[in-house]
């Protein structure tokens, strides 16, 4: 018997929680439709991120050109975080998201 190839076909979901990446993504993602942040700001408003998962949250969400990171040559050096419009373009499915946690969460 023939030995068929095995073929992945990735769905539309599939791509956009890749993009979107883990838990913390989401949370994010809602602090910067309110504009630019710094990493520390990122931080006091999302209480239970630990500084590792919010460096790597933001390392993926660059990654996947869902936001950008410019830093400025300052003592200490600062760094801010601005959603991209592929970053702004998920504004409307968070909304969906927070209504239905509302209803069934």
């Known amino acids: 018997m023939e030995k068929l190839n095995e073929v992945h076909i990735e769905c539309s979901i599939e791509k956009a929680l890749n993009i979107i990446g883990g838990k913390w993504s989401f949370l994010v ?20 991120i630990s500084p590792k998962a919010l460096t790597d949250t933001l390392r993926h969400l660059e990654s996947n050109e869902v936001l950008t990171r410019e830093s400025f040559a300052t003592v200490p050096v600062t760094v801010e975080y601005t959603l991209t419009e592929k970053g702004h373009s998920l504004h409307m499915m968070l ?4 209504k239905w946690g509302a209803q069934w969460g």
Not at 95 to 98: L, P, Y
């Open 29 to 48: 993602i809602k602090q910067l439709f309110d504009g630019t942040r710094r990493f520390g700001e990122l931080q006091k408003a999302i209480p239970k």
């Open 95 to 98: 909304k969906e998201m927070k």
